[in-house]
């Protein structure tokens, strides 16, 4: 829906401005003949809303006559006949005018027409986010519930399994596309708690409860309304149409890092800044909260593929309102893959978190032990046997945080001839050289030249800090041959392939190009286990 323009303006000019001669359909295209001569071409959608008479703004780039998403139709005759369309971003709460009506103020995002924000009555943003039949009135609609043929009680799985049904019934039925919008609108609005609460408010109180704008805007938009005097906000009267920013995305995700519900698991990405809801449908295995006692035991990665939608919210921070953004993924458009070994995953996560409720108190005093001075894997095993720990207790998991990414510490594993435990980190001896390895998420590998004295080494390592080594305080860096840090960062190819040439190894480009494959997709996704 972005026009273009063929203007008969110099480049430095910032707004087109004239009036609607007449309008020729050009194929896609439809073009605006103004009075003066000049052409602006516009989408056949916004075409219909268009006449002649009408007057038209339209921004222009200073260094070039290409337009941007930004139009705004002024209708001379009638009232409520104002086309603007434009891109949005935050869309703030539901709030009460001075008549008692509630309304959602909307941002527009770097406009140059003079209209920052847009105001939407509550009844506007009901009648177009949350109907099904956009051309029939609120009194006269089916609700969502009659749409996916389920319950008001239903359950996110049983929402997702009514949804997919009305998809094959709507197939079979050779249904008009209007048909199959209304049920991925009523599944998405249902599938998300709070836009479902929302509906419910609806559906009692149609003209009294407040509307949210679902996801919180950020898209583009183009609406029916009057500007305000000063011409500074656009009173909405109809949404014509909302096209939400979204983006496809396919990445695997932690298992451990789910916030499990009862009826439903909750994923946050801080780094990808992106947040996603399944249902036991979505991700096909039966959890429920007790999960996240001991999920930091999984190491199962799952298969996420969707379409994700801009959302945002302020946050006051430093004495000043912060906007910040994320993606959140539509519940129609989500797919969850499960590993094949899912299952015994998590047996095993359920036995290591039983262990080490059972043998807490021996566990407890290797801790106590480890905190004091480094020990060697065999000797920790011989411990763990003598105070009645099985044999089959992976003594890594004394010290591992939940999250750890295993791609490291495997990595530095097939590489160690020799493993100590020292208070929370993992000192691995390599061929030719000495890995320090804290199992926690944002530390860095420090890499020290081989020594001749193990004992040695550590007798010094244990009496001196990260930064005395990093600042060479006491010549301690020096003393212990430090070779640098290698950042995890969000590359493990990256950092694998640093690794190598800080420790004298070939570097491989199609080794590591499949170790970067293996912590992407983890197919095996094996920490310590027990």
């Known amino acids: 829906m972005e026009p273009a323009i063929e203007p008969r303006l110099t480049a430095a000019a910032t707004v087109l401005h004239g009036m609607v001669a007449r309008l020729e359909p050009q194929g896609a295209r439809t073009a605006c003949i103004l009075n003066d001569g000049g052409t602006i071409l516009v989408s056949n959608f916004l075409a219909p809303y268009i006449r002649p008479g009408d007057e038209i703004d339209i921004p222009l780039a200073l260094d070039a006559p290409a337009a941007g998403t930004e139009i705004y139709v002024r209708n001379t005759s009638a009232r ?3 086309l603007y369309q434009a891109p949005i971003g935050y869309a703030a709460q539901p709030r009460t005018d001075k008549r008692e009506q509630l309304y959602v103020r909307v941002e527009v995002s770097q406009g140059r027409l003079g209209i920052p924000t847009l105001h939407f009555p509550c009844a506007v943003l009901r009648d177009y986010f949350y109907v099904a039949d956009r051309r029939r009135p609120w009194e006269k609609q089916e609700t969502f519930y009659d749409i996916l043929r389920v319950p008001p009680s239903a359950s996110p799985a ?12 709507l197939r079979a039925e050779g249904a008009a596309q209007a048909a199959f919008s209304a049920a991925e609108r009523a599944f998405n609005i249902l599938a998300h708690p709070e836009l479902r609460s929302c509906y419910q408010a609806l559906l009692s109180e149609p003209c009294s409860a407040p509307v949210l704008f679902p996801y919180g805007g950020f898209g583009s938009i183009v609406v029916l309304g009057d500007r305000s005097r ?3 906000t656009l009173f909405v009267r109809r949404i014509v149409s909302f096209l939400p920013e979204r983006r496809q995305r396919r990445f695997r995700a932690p298992l451990r890092k789910f916030e499990f519900y009862r009826d439903r698991a909750l994923y946050r990405d801080p780094r990808r800044k992106l947040e996603l809801l399944v249902d036991q449908s979505a991700m096909p295995i039966v959890w429920d909260p007790t999960w996240n006692q001991w999920k930091h035991f999984l190491a199962t990665k799952v298969e996420i593929q969707g379409t994700f939608v801009e959302a945002g919210k302020y946050h006051h921070r430093g004495g000043e309102w912060q906007l910040r953004k994320w993606e959140t993924a539509l519940p129609s458009r989500l797919q969850v893959k499960l590993p094949a070994h899912t ?5 095993t996560a359920r036995k290591t978190y039983h262990r080490f409720g059972q043998f807490s108190d021996a566990l ?3 801790r106590e032990r480890v905190e004091r001075e480094p020990m060697e894997r065999g000797d920790l095993q011989r411990i763990c046997w003598e105070l009645g720990i099985p044999g089959d207790f992976d003594i890594a998991q004394i010290t591992w945080r939940p999250d750890y990414d295993a791609f490291f510490y495997r990595q530095l594993c097939r590489r160690a001839r020799r493993l100590y ?3 929370a980190e993992y000192i691995f001896v390599l061929e030719t050289s000495v890995a320090v390895e804290t199992p926690q998420l944002g530390h860095a590998t420090y890499l020290f030249a081989k020594p001749h004295s193990m004992e040695a080494f550590l007798a010094l390592y244990t009496r001196s800090t990260k930064e005395d080594i990093r600042q060479n305080r006491g010549n301690v860096g020096e003393i212990l041959s430090f070779l640098g840090r290698v950042i995890h960062g969000a590359s493990p190819r990256t950092w694998l392939k640093e690794l190598k040439v800080k420790v004298g190894e070939p570097v491989d480009l199609a080794a590591a190009a499949a170790a970067a494959g293996e912590a992407d997709h983890d197919k095996r996704g094996r920490e310590p286990t027990n």
């Open 158 to 169: 049983e929402l997702r399994l009514a949804f997919q049904l009305r998809e094959l019934e």
């Open 421 to 423: 435990l020292f208070r």
């Open 80 to 82: 409520g006949r104002e």
């Open 230 to 232: 000063d011409g500074s």
């Open 364 to 366: 407890g005093r290797i």
């Open 343 to 347: 299952a015994e995953e998590v047996e």
